[in-house]
């Protein structure tokens, strides 16, 4: 499957920006789909997750109450719509995909093995 990440920009802090994932060649159907970022300088961290498809949704503690990650069959995308966006947000943030992690595993970066571009999100003081 390829994932095209998409709707990164510019925003200052308290505002919004809706994420998007497309996939192509494969549907997201019974996969768990994950967005990571990655701040330079610091390694790649989990932001919020979608097991198999479901309707169970998993966040990072910073990003809770204030992210919401989304899938819409129909249009075999997966969005994370990000509200009260805050300067230490900022990072590249990467859609993943897999059809074989484990609960346990979905926070992991290792346990994914599709992964979009990237697209840079840049929250301003």
């Known amino acids: 499957v390829q994932l095209q990440a998409s709707g990164g920009g510019l925003v200052q802090a308290g505002g919004s920006l809706r994420l998007s994932c497309a996939a192509s060649?494969?549907?997201?159907?019974?996969?768990?789909i994950g967005w990571f970022r990655q701040a330079p300088g610091k390694e790649r961290e989990f932001v919020a997750a979608?097991?198999?498809?479901?309707?169970?949704?998993y966040y990072a503690d910073s990003v809770k109450g204030r992210f919401t990650i989304s899938l819409n069959n129909a249009k075999n995308t997966v969005s994370l719509l990000m509200n009260s966006l805050r300067p230490e947000d900022t990072a590249v943030y990467y859609c993943?995909?897999?059809?074989?992690?484990?609960?346990?595993?979905?926070?992991?970066?290792?346990?994914?093995?599709?992964w979009g571009q990237g697209t840079q999100v840049t929250v301003s003081s």
């Open positions: 060649g494969r549907t997201f159907s019974r996969q768990t």
């Open positions: 979608i097991f198999r498809s479901g309707s169970n949704t």
């Open positions: 993943a995909a897999d059809p074989s992690i484990i609960l346990s595993a979905l926070r992991t970066p290792q346990s994914y093995g599709y």
